[in-house]
């Protein structure tokens, strides 16, 4: 079994003059990012191995998530505006001695990916948090495993 946690970016800014690759994170989003990841860990959700968008608010995300868990970051631009297709891309490129993995992202990609492996319809508000439990040993099999959501975190309802 490998569970699969979906995590987009906590609350942004848009400052004047700033692309929108390079968008803070708000202090409503370092906020919630900081509970969100302490919930998690409190609740004993495992997490082995962390992949971000580079984008500066997904990688800020990932890296509050980090300061609970102390483990390796990689980032992927295939996170940064993404389709269904290239979640499944980092996906299959995953090391299969990770068994619990967090993917940091941004919507509407991260949204439509878990609506299409799920049969729980939701939108992801930011620092939402959805995970799957995958039935496969391997990541390579994740397409045709069955897939079981676990559990969906808001950072209101926490």
């Not at 919930?39 to 997490?47: G, H, P, T, V």
């Not at 295939?78 to 499944?88: I, M, Q």
Request: aromatic share 12%; with cysteine; net charge negative.
């Amino acid at each position: 079994m490998k569970k699969l946690i979906l995590v987009r970016h906590a609350k942004s800014d848009w400052p004047e003059e700033t692309e929108d690759f390079d968008r803070p994170l708000a202090d409503k989003g370092l906020e919630d990012a900081m509970n969100m990841s302490r919930f998690l860990k409190n609740n004993k959700i495992s997490i082995d191995y962390l992949v971000s968008s580079p984008a500066v608010r997904a990688l800020n995300t990932c890296k509050i998530f980090n300061q609970a868990y102390q483990i390796n970051i990689m980032t992927d631009e295939k996170l940064y505006n993404p389709s269904e297709r290239n979640f499944e891309s980092v996906i299959y490129d995953l090391d299969n001695d990770h068994d619990s993995v967090a993917i940091f992202s941004h919507n509407n990609g991260i949204s439509n990916f878990a609506n299409s492996i799920s049969d729980d319809i939701f939108h992801f508000p930011t620092c939402g948090v959805a995970g799957f439990e995958i039935d496969c040993n391997s990541w390579a099999e994740f397409d045709g495993a069955n897939k079981k959501l676990l559990f969906f975190y808001e950072p209101g309802k926490i």
